[in-house]
C-alpha cells in the first residue's frame, strides 16, 4: 500500500522529538537572562537602613561577598549583581562597618539627694555646767575632754589610769566615782554606824591607791537610796554623816544622797539634815538625780518643776534657811521614761522617744539635736545657781541594758561643739 507522503511514520516523529528536546536543553544552557533567587528575608530588628556608597538612586550598586550570594554566570565575566531594595537590608547586615550605629541613649539624670538636716551650732554663752556620766572608758571621752570645758565626770569605771587620763587633759573636771560592788540596802533594819564603818572599811583601800587619791575628787556610796518614812531618813542621815566623817580623816571627800528624780518627799529633807552639816564641813557634795520625759522641761512650772528643776525647790524652801547651801551635784541627768506619770508613748532613754518628738512637729533639724537643745535648755537653768557644780547627763558608754539613753553617736560632735563654746572661766 503506497504511503501518503504528507503524513510521518511513528519512528520519524519520535526523532523530531529528541531533536527539539536537545535544542531546548542546549539553549537553556547557553542564555544568559535567568531570574535572581529570591533573598532571604532578613528581620525587620537588624538595625537602620545602610548607608549606600554612590548615586542616591535605587540603582546604586553594592558590592556584596561572595559568601552570601554567588555571582551571575555569563560565558565570559563575573558580573556584580545590581543591589535591590532586598539586597540592600542583606548588606547592611554583612557590611557592619558601612551601618549606621544605633543612637545611644541619653543617661537618665540621677535624682537629687534629699539634704540630711544639719543642727544648728550653737552661739557662745556662759561656761557650761553639762558633765558625762562614764561607764567605762569610751573614745568619746577624749574628744569632749579636749574641749577644754567638761566641767565633771562621773564614772563607775575608777580604774587609775583612767582617772589619771581624765586630769591629765582636762585637770579641772571634777571627778566623782561611784563604788559598784554595793546593793541596796534597807533602811528599817540597818544600824547606820555599823553600816556606815562596814562601807568605810571596803572602799578605803580602794580610795586611798595614789593615782585615785590624786585624781577622784569625791566618792558616793549607796546608789537611789528609797526613804519612805522619817525614821528612815534619819537612818540614812546617820550612815551619810558618819562616812563622810571617817572618810575626812583619811582625806577622801563624798558626796551624798544620790536620790532617784522626784524623790525624796520634800518634807522629809529636814530629817537629812545633820548629814548635810558633816558635807558641809567636810567640803563635800550633795548629789541627786533629774530626769523628765518626754521632754526635759515636762514637769516645770516657772523656775521650779517636779522632776527637772526640782533642786529649787529643795534649796529656796528648805536649805537656804537653815543655812546649808551646799555644793550641788546633779550626779545623772536626761529622758528618762522611767518617772510617772507623764505623756507619751512607752520608753526609757531619749532614743525611745525620737518619733514622739517629730510626730509633735519638736524636731526642726535632728532628733539628736533635739535631744542636745533640751540639754542646753537645762543648762542654761543650771547656770543662774552658784551653788550648782555640775549635771553628768547619762550616759556615755553606759551600763548594759541602758543602750536607748546612750550619747554616743550623733551627739558627740554635738556635745562637743557645744562645750567649745561655753569655755570654764
Request: charged share 20%; aromatic share 10%; glycine share 8%.
Amino acid at each position: 500500500m503506497d504511503r501518503d507522503p504528507t503524513r510521518l511514520t511513528r519512528r520519524e516523529l519520535l526523532r523530531l522529538a529528541l531533536l527539539g528536546a536537545g535544542a531546548v536543553l542546549v539553549d537553556g544552557c547557553r542564555r544568559a537572562t535567568s531570574p535572581d533567587p529570591t533573598a532571604t528575608a532578613v528581620p525587620s530588628s537588624v538595625g537602620p537602613s545602610p548607608t549606600v556608597t554612590g548615586s542616591a538612586s535605587s540603582s546604586a550598586t553594592v558590592t556584596t561577598q561572595s559568601r552570601a550570594y554567588l555571582p551571575w554566570v555569563s560565558r565570559d565575566e563575573i558580573v556584580p549583581r545590581t543591589a535591590s531594595p532586598t539586597a540592600e537590608v542583606v548588606a547592611a547586615a554583612e557590611t557592619t562597618a558601612t551601618a549606621e550605629a544605633t543612637a545611644t541613649p541619653a543617661p537618665t539624670a540621677e535624682p537629687t539627694a534629699t539634704p540630711v538636716p544639719v543642727a544648728t551650732p550653737f552661739p557662745p554663752g556662759p561656761p557650761s555646767k553639762l558633765g558625762i556620766f562614764l561607764g567605762y572608758q569610751h573614745p568619746a571621752l577624749e574628744q569632749l575632754l579636749k574641749t577644754g570645758n567638761l566641767p565633771f565626770v562621773k564614772t563607775l569605771e575608777y580604774d587609775p589610769n583612767l582617772v589619771e587620763f581624765i586630769k591629765r587633759i582636762s585637770p579641772d573636771t571634777l571627778v566623782v566615782a561611784r563604788y559598784t560592788p554595793l546593793g541596796q540596802f534597807d533602811l528599817a533594819a540597818i544600824d547606820p554606824i555599823a553600816k556606815a564603818r562596814e562601807f568605810v572599811d571596803l572602799l578605803l583601800p580602794i580610795a586611798t591607791e595614789p593615782k585615785r587619791r590624786a585624781h577622784i575628787d569625791a566618792w558616793e556610796a549607796y546608789n537611789e537610796p528609797v526613804a519612805k518614812s522619817a525614821d528612815e531618813m534619819k537612818r540614812l542621815s546617820d550612815f551619810e554623816a558618819e562616812r563622810t566623817r571617817l572618810l575626812a580623816a583619811e582625806g577622801i571627800r563624798s558626796c551624798i544622797g544620790n536620790f532617784a528624780a522626784g524623790t525624796p518627799e520634800l518634807d522629809l529633807w529636814p530629817d537629812f539634815f545633820p548629814a548635810l552639816r558633816e558635807v558641809q564641813t567636810h567640803n563635800g557634795f550633795l548629789g541627786l538625780h533629774e530626769y523628765s520625759a518626754p521632754t526635759m522641761w515636762f514637769g516645770t512650772e516657772g523656775e521650779t518643776g517636779w522632776f527637772t528643776l526640782r533642786y529649787r525647790k529643795l534649796y529656796r524652801d528648805y536649805l537656804e534657811a537653815a543655812g546649808l547651801v551646799v555644793p550641788l551635784l546633779i550626779t545623772e541627768t536626761g529622758i528618762d521614761g522611767g518617772i510617772e506619770p507623764r505623756p507619751g508613748p512607752p520608753g526609757l532613754g531619749w532614743q525611745d522617744f525620737t518619733d514622739y518628738w517629730k510626730a509633735e512637729g519638736e524636731v526642726r533639724t535632728t532628733a539628736a539635736g533635739f535631744y542636745m537643745e533640751q540639754l542646753a535648755w537645762y543648762d542654761s537653768e543650771l547656770q543662774k545657781d552658784a551653788y550648782v557644780q555640775g549635771a553628768s547627763i547619762f550616759a556615755l558608754a553606759g551600763p548594759v541594758g541602758w543602750g536607748t539613753f546612750e550619747i554616743v553617736g550623733d551627739m558627740i560632735p554635738l556635745l562637743a561643739q557645744y562645750l567649745t563654746v561655753h569655755p570654764q572661766r
